[in-house]
């Protein structure tokens, strides 16, 4: 089974150079540091300048971090990440087909729960119901993480509610966007979509063995990027943001929201999601695989996180899955 890679000695490098926080760093201090020579410490310096990081060097001071690429690498999600196990160990692709296919393939291998796998680009990012997820390269955060929860099957819809309430809270945290959600998975600013989430299992028996949850942001796509229905962070705000760092943000603040639901404070949840829904109250359908369920959207289940739905004549229905629509 592959253990996670220890950190790289370009990944100690930065580490030193962010430390210092803008200030140069002495040639010899590092290499000692680093237990490397001189030049080898040049060619790391260089590495990384191929990266795309830019570091200032001077013969008599050393060197200096000066910024980092807009690319979601490891060390730069890692900078910002403070989390005890979720993203131990991130893996990124600039291209892959489906990070959710991949995650659920490393679970599989019996990779440890937190591993996050980052793209910057997928080829077939899956959607809800067989749908596909636009990917274009280097403007959207799209990740898989992979968990083992000590949840039933008919549980997991609580794992897609606990995400989009934290997809929800990290954004307006670090950019200010406050979005909504629409059930099950849908996070919107007014009735275009910023984010999908999807959670994909692999399971026996009605245990779940492990769990993929996967996040689709939106975050500097233009409108050519995106389909009529999706919108952007950029969009929102007309600027640019750090995909690295909001990629961290919903990482710790992700873990914090698995732990309570493995505590089993799911009703906690259901009442920061009820908050954020456009749903409650409003006249929907549920169109679902057995047909239609039409009625006034009541809120979420606090056994299993399904919708109920009150009908016109009276009875509340249960939904577990569907897209919801909006009835004037
Ligand atoms: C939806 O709203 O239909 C769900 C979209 C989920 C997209 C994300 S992008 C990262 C992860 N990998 C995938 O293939 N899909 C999810």
Known sequence: MPNPTPPSTESE???????????????????????????????????????GYTINASTKRGYKFVSAPDLLLCDEIQAH???SFIGSQILTYETIDSTNRAALQFGEQGLKEGLVICAESQTKGRGRLGRA???????????SILLRPKLEIREIAKIT????????????????????????????VGDKKLCGILTEISAEADRVKHLVVGVGINVNSTAEDLPPVGTSVHLVTGKAWNRARLAARFLNEFEKTYKALQKGKFAEIVRDWESLSVLSGKNVVA??????????????????????????????????????????
Request: charged share 25%; hydrophobic share 40%.
């Open 13 to 51: 490098l930065l580490r030193i150079l962010r430390d210092a926080e803008h200030t140069y760093v002495s040639g010899e201090q590092i290499s000692k540091k680093l237990n490397v020579t001189r030049s080898a410490l040049w060619k790391h310096v260089s590495n990384l300048r191929q990266s």
């Open 81 to 83: 990440l403070d989390t």
């Open 133 to 143: 997820w636009a990917s274009p390269k280097g403007k959207g955060i799209y990740l």
């Open 161 to 188: 509610l606990a995400t989009a309430v934290t997809v929800c809270s990290a954004i307006a945290a670090e950019t200010g966007v406050q979005a909504q959600i629409r059930w099950p998975n849908d996070v919107l």
């Open 287 to 328: 169109k679902g695989l057995n047909g239609d369920i039409e009625g006034v959207a009541m809120g979420i289940d606090e056994e299993d996180g399904a919708l109920w739905i009150r009908r016109d004549t009276g009875i509340q229905t249960k939904v577990l899955s569907g897209d919801i629509q909006f009835i004037r």
